[in-house]
């Protein structure tokens, strides 16, 4: 994610999986570093054309506006969805970060291949053979200093005469200052930024939520008392042991825990896959000294490659890194339906349910007036 006015890179992960999630995890992190933006430009690729993250954009069908949709993590957020126009390069600016990008990051590192056979270093093929490759742990580290250190560059937009000589978190710092900064507390952004199911009627064994083309069904001690109710799932795809139930006026009704059979199965399957990445990574061979049979004789500091002298030149300029808070700071909280609200039922001697609501924010609001607040 880049902020269109600055060019300042907010929000990244790295993935060999383009997925709807690591948009999420990229937006997670934007904004717990530099606020919720007001609106976010997408391309249209497929990862970001999800129904439960902005919608479906331009992919968007006729048929899709006859089906009911639970609210998006975009629309909880807050944040407006705009689509840039299919072929159209100019009409996405992130495109003008991926020359930055390969220029001043991924030329650094001497596995780089180029986008094309005239791009290709020579010497790649023997490092390749030789196993000088870096681990991804070793490159989200590295990378995370290299792109500080880009968002530390001149700034190169539209305004140059305006911001001469600024580096572009200095553009950012100047134009935070002016407006109202959004901003979210990271317990509540992890539950804002859940992913949610369609609309579903709840069944004998619950609900459901598919991952990997398998049904993982929900259920709680209350389940019976909601049968053929119109309900939709939020859940966290990184831990799926329960997940969150609510009605279609997006009211929280309970959190259901995981049918533990069909459960455990899933993770067996997932645990041995994950156990088995665990040990060829453990098996990979630490990154080889480059040319280490011409650098034996040398000085330390001539040992030093482009990719190490670079990241040493960002750690050092990232010591006068400062990103700053606009003057008006509005938190962004959970609706207290999402947040706290509770039902809580009492079996009456008739055999009927009393049903209480309980509004939090209501009972810290009538606190505070008693205290005068």
């Excluded at 048929?63 to 975009?74: A, F, N």
């Excluded at 825990?257 to 098996?283: C, H, M, P």
Aim: glycine share 6%.
């Amino acid at each position: 994610f880049m902020d269109a006015k600055s060019g300042v890179i907010t929000g990244w992960n790295l993935t060999d999986n383009p997925c709807s999630q690591s948009t999420i995890f990229a937006l997670r992190m934007g904004i717990l570093k530099f606020g919720i933006p007001k609106e976010i430009l997408f391309d249209n690729g497929r990862e970001f054309t999800v129904k439960d993250v902005g919608g479906k954009g331009n992919r968007r069908r006729k048929s899709d506006e006859w089906h009911e949709v639970p609210p998006t993590i975009l629309n909880l957020l807050g944040i407006e969805a705009r689509w840039a126009k299919v072929q159209n390069a100019r009409a996405k600016h992130i495109e003008r970060f991926f020359l930055n990008f390969k220029n001043n990051i991924s030329k650094n590192f001497g596995t780089y291949i180029g986008g094309n056979i005239l791009e290709r270093p020579e010497s790649v093929k023997k490092r390749l053979k030789n196993g000088e490759v870096t681990t991804d742990s070793e490159l989200r580290t590295v990378l995370e200093d290299l792109i500080d250190y880009e968002n530390m560059r001149e700034y190169g937009g539209a305004e140059k005469r305006r911001y001469r000589g600024m580096s572009k978190l200095e553009v950012w710092n100047d134009g935070i200052v002016r407006v109202k900064q959004r901003v979210c507390r990271a317990e509540d952004l992890d539950l804002l930024l859940m992913r949610t199911s369609g609309y579903q009627k709840v069944k004998r064994k619950g609900v459901f939520i598919t991952i990997a083309g398998e049904k993982l069904w929900y259920s709680g001690l209350n389940t019976v008392w909601h049968l053929d109710k119109d309900v939709y799932v939020r859940y966290d795809p990184t831990d799926l042991s329960s997940v969150r139930i609510y009605d279609k006026e997006d009211r929280y009704i309970d959190t259901w825990q995981a049918d533990t059979e069909l459960i455990l199965r899933f993770f067996d399957d997932s645990d041995a896959v994950a156990d088995a990445n665990a040990k060829l990574a453990a098996q990979k061979k630490m990154v080889k000294a480059y040319a280490k049979s011409l650098t034996d004789g040398m000085a330390a500091h001539t040992k030093i490659d482009i990719l190490a002298l670079t990241v040493e030149r960002a750690q050092q300029k990232k010591k006068e890194m400062y990103i700053a808070q606009g003057n008006v700071v509005e938190p962004v909280m959970l609706p207290t339906e999402v947040a706290s609200d509770k039902v809580i039922r009492s079996k009456k001697k008739t055999g009927t349910d009393n049903i209480v609501s309980i509004d939090i924010a209501r009972m810290n609001a009538n606190a505070a007036r008693r205290k005068g607040l």
